[in-house]
């Protein structure tokens, strides 16, 4: 090992750990819990606070638009959960009735989750409803 | 109809595919003929450091080198250079790049055929080495 | 018809598992006229596959609803172009696109090759030919798209089905960025196997020179610029289709494309220390491997619905396979580069940090490193999944906090990293090189700072734009001038011809350029505004300098969807510049699925950009978004001009060279004089 290379390892392991250190600051920031609505139905005590990101399918007929934001309830395996949007974006096109969404936000005290970022599922592919034959 | 279809698809990639088994010549893949072999790494070596000369040597024109640094740089590059044509030398090169090649293929062949390698015949004149079918030396030409 | 695809393809699988066992065997005993036939056995499956993609078009064109992937992807209403795009509309469709691009790719190389390393290709297309039929397997057994739909009858027994009518093609995807955009990113995901099966031959063969690097240079241009094309592309579709105001949002699948796309640039800088330095040969072969390995990831992603995203085409069962796949290809070449160490002794060692082997030595720890962000961000999920048991997903501002210093770090060494000399820089030498764009760049800061600009990053990003900038402005001008006292060419000319002669340099300069100009549209982001509005005609909206004044609400119906129109006028300082027409389509064909239809005014120092979000809360009014988001022209002229830097560099050389290293005889002859003279 010559000085030159103690030079480019040093310098390479400062680059290296600021870079880390950043990461782990938005690492803090953004990250969230992904769960299934059933899941969170489970361990609803433990999630005040946090920020979620649940997915369900999006019941037919249950959009609403309400006051300043938009209301709407997510099911998975027969468990439900109301989503008051207060986001600013432009809901997704795919986004509507019976659509798979996740939501993220927070859980505010009266048990609705206070949705600042809704995202559809694109639907490259539309789920199959004919059975299928393999040739 | 489709299997009909499906058999004449097979028969053509079939046909296709083993045609060179019986057709090309049942010749050895000769690999050490083909493999790198000293001369052509020092060659592609010299090319290398003759190119990373002229890049220096434009860059200094350009003004972005001070002269210290050109200096040390191209004469780096020129001992390289000069080592490498030593070794060059070494192989016989500097001396006639055909007859080297020639040498060359005449190594790599002595190593897949051992049995042909002592088939050349030494020049009465000068001393050099000529193929066995030559009737004059490459060399000097001079009657063999 | 569906029938002889399905058959297309068992024989093209046929064909490669011959052809992989064929060419090692022809290896092994040494014997010519196998390898031969190893090799038609390629082509031939490559033939084979292309029937097989035509009957599917056929079935496409024709509108077959018996074949599941024509009923799922298609409908009658559809004009005959998307009908064929609609080929890779589904996953198992683009499975069959997939395979075909490879099956090509290999083909060719077949081709180019055929007198050229027949000592070396034999590895070659035996690795090629594993690549497809693992695809191939895949594709048949997995995702056939040439399955037939059936019904169940009431007494269990089933029967073939045909629907009167397919379910259409998403309407998010009938855009022309869109259609291109899968095959394009396909052929970038897809080429690396070239660069991969060379190394993988170099290193079975023990030849490991620059020979693999150099044969298969163009390959790895070609494909990293295809796949930054694709990536570009997708960045213009989500920009313009999905309504949001932005191109990139750190989507799984966004990031997917990302990783390969920085390795391979990794890889595309690191050889030329081993062409020009004989070091890093270890690097190297490893950097090929991790890029391949990330294109086929890649597939992985987009493919297996491991990761949640809004493309997830779920279709977990795929997933094992691409892992095993990895794995397996990940361990074989790592056995063989530990086994060839020796043979890949670095010819020399680093003298220095200013130098320009550590220049391109951080370029490589920073993609690298920034590469293990994304594919740490992207992972997440799984990981934690796998360690805790809950999935935590990571957001952009991770990947932001990452990537902004990364970038703006490599965008200071595309400014620095071609000026350091080779082996050591001296501080007399920096100073030529350095001095205007030092001094213009901090100009430009100072100015900045005057105008009222505190963001450090955004100062940051113009200043070293400007830096680099003036390097590379500084590079063709004094290059010219000599080239000029050389030739007595004109200016102009002379510029022309210094590019043409040494077209990597120039054009990789060109293609720095691009860079810069990337960044700049990327800082843009810094100053996005957006608002928001419920509007009825008559009303006006303030954005910017702009004074938006709806005059119309229309709804009408068009072949295959409804829409609702609004049309806005634009005014700036008292002028009407503009008539913007945002909308919103419903389309019947696909369940009522719903598009955003931008009305974009593009101008290089700003975009506005605005949507019809859809009727207000009560009904009466309209939801208006408006975005004004600067500079993002910069991005896609960006592009286009780092599409146009590396067809320069492929240029192909018409001069004969001297052993590769672009050369005249008369010049080698010239220095060898001046070598001897010493």
Request: charged share 20%; aromatic share 12%; hydrophobic share 45%.
């Amino acid at each position: 090992m010559n000085s030159a290379n103690w030079k480019f390892l040093i310098g390479g392991a400062v680059i290296i750990a600021a870079l880390s250190w950043l990461g782990f600051v938005g690492f803090q920031e953004s990250k969230s819990y992904y769960i299934t609505v059933d899941e969170f139905s489970a361990m609803k005590s433990d999630l005040h606070g946090k920020t979620l990101k649940i997915a369900g399918d999006v019941v037919d007929g249950s959009i609403e638009r309400s006051g300043p934001g938009l209301e709407f309830v997510i099911t998975h395996s027969g468990k439900n959960l109301k989503v008051r949007y207060i986001g600013r974006d432009v809901l997704p096109d795919t986004f509507k009735g019976g659509s798979k969404a996740v939501v993220e936000g927070t859980l505010s005290e009266d048990g609705v989750l206070l949705a600042r970022h809704v995202e559809a599922k694109c639907a490259s592919k539309y789920e199959a409803e004919y059975n299928k034959k393999t040739t | 109809m489709l299997i009909a279809t499906c058999g004449l698809l097979v028969v053509i990639a079939g046909i296709y595919v083993l045609t060179p088994l019986f057709k090309e010549p049942g010749g050895n893949l000769e690999v050490e003929l083909l493999a790198e072999t000293e001369l052509d790494r020092l060659l592609a070596r010299k090319a290398m450091v003759y190119s990373n000369l002229k890049d220096l040597e434009f860059e200094y024109k350009m003004g972005r080198l001070s002269d210290g640094d050109f200096r040390r740089l191209e004469a780096g590059y020129k001992s390289e250079a000069a080592k490498l044509l030593q070794d060059l030398d070494r192989l016989g090169v500097a001396k006639d790049l055909d007859e080297t090649i020639e040498r060359d293929i005449a190594a790599r062949k002595a190593k897949l055929f051992p049995g042909t390698a002592e088939k050349t015949r030494r020049c009465p004149s000068c001393g050099a080495e000529s193929p066995l079918g030559k009737s004059y030396c490459a060399d000097c030409g001079g009657k063999l | 018809m569906s029938n002889l695809g399905t058959f297309c393809l068992l024989l093209a699988l046929c064909l490669s598992l011959y052809g992989l066992f064929a060419s090692l065997l022809g290896a092994a005993l040494k014997q010519h006229r196998i390898v031969r036939s190893a090799e038609r056995a390629a082509i031939a499956s490559c033939a084979s596959i292309l029937l097989a993609l035509v009957s599917l078009l056929y079935l496409l064109a024709t509108s077959d609803f018996s074949v599941e992937h024509v009923a799922q992807s298609t409908s009658r209403d559809l004009p005959l172009f998307y009908k064929l795009a609609a080929l890779w509309g589904a996953h198992d469709g683009s499975m069959l696109l997939w395979v075909f691009v490879t099956a090509v790719f290999s083909g060719i190389v077949v081709f180019q090759n055929r007198f050229r390393y027949r000592d070396m290709m034999p590895y070659v297309v035996a690795v090629l030919m594993f690549n497809l039929s693992f695809f191939l397997i895949l594709n048949i057994f997995l995702s056939n798209p040439f399955d037939e739909l059936v019904q169940v009858l009431p007494g269990g027994t089933m029967q073939k089905f045909s629907p009167p009518d397919g379910r259409g093609l998403n309407p998010l995807l009938q855009y022309w960025a869109m259609v291109i955009h899968p095959p394009i990113l396909y052929l970038g995901f897809i080429g690396f196997v070239v660069p991969f099966a060379f190394a993988i031959a170099a290193l079975i063969t023990r030849q490991l020179g620059d020979t693999w690097i150099r044969t298969t240079r163009r390959w790895t241009l070609v494909t990293w610029l295809f796949l930054g094309v694709g990536l570009i592309l997708g960045g213009k579709w989500a920009y313009v289709e999905l309504g949001w105001g932005g191109y990139w949002g750190w989507d799984p699948v966004e990031n997917s494309s990302l990783m390969p796309w920085l390795a391979g640039t990794a890889f595309l800088h690191s050889v030329i220390v081993q062409e020009r330095k004989g070091m890093l040969k270890v690097w190297n072969v490893l950097l090929i491997v991790i890029t391949y390995l990330l294109g086929i990831f890649g597939t992985f992603i987009t493919r297996s619905g491991i990761i949640n995203s809004v493309h997830a085409f779920a279709d977990s069962k795929l997933g094992v396979f691409f892992l095993y796949y990895m794995l397996l290809v990940l361990g074989a070449s790592l056995y063989l580069i530990i086994d060839r160490l020796p043979y890949l002794k670095s010819e020399r060692r680093l003298d220095s940090v200013l130098s320009r082997e550590s220049a391109f030595l951080f370029n490589n720890l920073l993609l690298l490193v920034a590469c293990f962000a994304v594919l740490w961000g992207t992972m997440f999920p799984v990981l934690s999944n796998w360690v805790e048991g809950t999935k935590i997903t990571v957001g952009p501002p991770f990947f932001n906090n990452v990537g902004v210093p990364i970038g703006l770090m490599l965008l200071l060494l595309t400014g620095v990293g071609p000026l350091f000399a080779w082996r050591k820089t001296s501080v007399e030498s920096l100073k030529k090189a350095f001095l205007w764009p030092v001094i213009l760049a901090l100009l430009l800061c100072v100015v900045l700072l005057a105008a009222g600009m505190r963001s450090f990053y955004v100062l940051v990003s113009f200043t070293l734009s400007m830096f680099v900038l003036v390097t590379i402005v500084q590079e063709f001008w004094k290059g010219t001038r000599v080239r000029v006292r050389k030739t007595g060419e004109n200016f102009a000319l002379a510029m022309v011809n210094l590019t043409l002669k040494n077209k990597r340099r120039y054009g990789g300069y060109i293609v720095h350029l691009a860079v810069v100009l990337m960044f700049i549209g990327l800082t843009g982001n810094a100053f996005n505004r957006e608002t928001s509005q419920a509007m009825v005609p008559g009303d006006e909206m303030q954005i910017g300098r702009y004074t938006l004044k709806m005059t119309e609400y229309h709804e009408g119906e068009a072949a295959n969807y409804q829409y609702g129109r609004a049309t806005l006028e634009v005014y700036s300082g008292g002028k009407l510049i503009r008539t913007m027409q945002p909308e919103k389509r419903f389309y019947k064909a696909s369940e009522g699925q719903s598009t955003t239809e931008v009305a974009l005014y593009s101008k290089p120092l700003e975009d506005l950009y605005v949507v019809l979000a859809g009727p207000s809360n009560d009904g009466k009014r309209y939801e208006i978004t408006a975005h004004v988001n600067p500079l993002v022209w910069w991005v896609w002229f960006g592009a286009a001009v780092m599409v146009a830097g590396t067809l320069i560099t492929l240029l192909p050389d018409k001069r004969s060279s001297f052993a590769n290293a672009q050369l005249t005889i008369a010049e080698a002859a010239e220095i060898e004089m001046g070598v001897k003279a010493r």
